[in-house]
């Protein structure tokens, strides 16, 4: 079966959509279809909040289904453009805050939090600056608009609705198979929908599949030669503390962007999704891979803080697998976890010892992860990742005492997918024809807010 379309979205995250929003406020008249491999948000449910156990299901509804993953993990949208990615060096700066500015005015139609955090207290965030500078770390400026995870949902059911409503078509479980691409252009796709094979014709053709469809797309750069590039994977873990050690961050930034290159190697280390009184959270990818993330909610609240530290790695010829790499750190996590997220104590790892269960139930910090295993992360992470951790980790605590304590927590896997940088040219061009990569899956944007507004503009150069 064929059908003959305008413009083919394949992924219904927040870059993707938001192509669809800007296209009906511009009024384009165009035919657009949409085809995601999850579930319409309404149907978004983890068994995980009846079983008490993650289920390993095909369609991961954390992952997959409309809004994509980012939305459920704890919806932060940063409103500065030196946060989220690289589409500002692709775009140029001013453009880049012009579509921020104007992508922001969309959620706050939909039913966005008015409020912005981090801008409240400037001589608090100036001590922390500094603080963090003695430390050896950068702070960097970021205000956020924090939707909360449940919030989230309302947001995006909303804007799912307005799509409907307003004539795209939305076509869910839709798998995508592969791209048509014939003469060095791109003439749709081929997506199985139940049990039917169908070809997606259509003008032009939109991959938006996020850091869940980040490997796919580079085995689809590689099988048709569109131009791309490795780029970089982040391999980390999540840290879990007490509210108390983050007070001060958590009331003048809610969510602190710090940045180090710690000795022996210097690599990039930097944290990331800081949730205030949030919970730590188990993601599942298609290949039953569990990797850690973390959710925050407006009106549910826990004692602790939990954020990311993630370790950048930048690999040369001839090794062009970043994502692969990342995987197996992930795979070889899990088994020592049998199928779980793992979880140690950072005064267990300094002793040179495993965590025990019972060890957990004693701990001053509780895991907000009940199903997460105690164990040993360090027979897993790389060398090279881990002490780069561990020692940002101690920057930290000179920066803000008693984040470096016996029972601080750390979760393992902690991975970032979404190292398959796809060449393109400032109005967002690859190097096939009528193909457009958008969002985290391109290697251009790392969040909510940066693919949001990469959605805005593709659109606007659609039309013109």
Known sequence: MKEKIDVLIIGAGPAGIFTAIELLRQKS????????????????????????????????????????????????????CDVGGDLPDLIGRELATEIIRY???????????????????????????RRAAKAGLTLVDC??????????????AAIEKYLIDNGVEMIFDAQCEDLII????????????????????????????????????????KAHGVEHQAGTVDVG?????????????NEALYESKLVGYPLPFKNKVRTFCQNPGGFVAQENYDDSLAVVNGHSYKNRKSDNTNLAILCSHNFREPFDRPIDFAKKVGELTNMLGAGHIMVQRLGD???????????????????????????????????RSILSILNFIGQLDAMLPGFA????????????????????????????????????????????????????????????
């Not at 955090?117 to 922390?128: F, N, R």
């Not at 019972?358 to 105690?374: M, Q, Y």
């Open 405 to 464: 304590g016996y029972d601080t927590l750390l979760y393992s896997p902690e991975l970032k997918f979404y190292s398959n940088k796809i060449k393109m040219d400032g109005r967002l061009n690859t190097s096939v024809r009528s193909l457009h990569c958008l969002g985290d899956s391109s290697g251009w944007t790392r969040g909510l807010m940066m693919a949001s507004a990469m959605g805005v503009l593709m659109a606007r150069y659609l039309i013109e």
């Open 103 to 129: 992508t922001d005015s969309i959620y706050l139609e939909f039913g966005a939090d008015s409020k912005v955090e981090g801008v409240s207290h400037p001589d608090k965030v100036e001590d922390i600056r």
């Open 29 to 80: 008249g165009k035919h657009i279809t949409v085809l995601e491999k999850g579930c319409a948000i309404e149907k978004r449910v983890c068994p995980k909040q009846s079983t008490g156990k993650c289920m390993n299901c095909k369609n991961c509804a954390i992952t997959t289904g409309f809004s994509g993953a980012g939305a459920f993990s704890d919806g932060k949208l940063s409103l500065g």
């Open 182 to 221: 014939e003469d060095g252009v791109c003439k749709g796709a081929i997506a199985r929908t139940g049990r039917q094979v169908k070809e997606f014709l259509a003008d032009k053709t939109i991959v938006a599949t996020g850091r869940r469809g980040a490997d796919w797309l580079e085995r689809v750069c």
């Open 237 to 249: 873990v999540r840290v879990e503390v007490r509210n108390e050690i983050m007070a001060e961050v």
């Open 143 to 156: 205000p956020i608009r924090h939707l909360g995870t449940e919030k989230a949902r309302e947001i995006y």
């Open 349 to 383: 790892i300094y002793k040179g010892k495993r965590t025990w269960q019972n060890e957990l139930a004693s701990s001053s910090v509780r895991p907000t992860l009940p199903d997460a295993v105690a164990g040993d992360i360090t027979s897993a992470l790389p060398y």
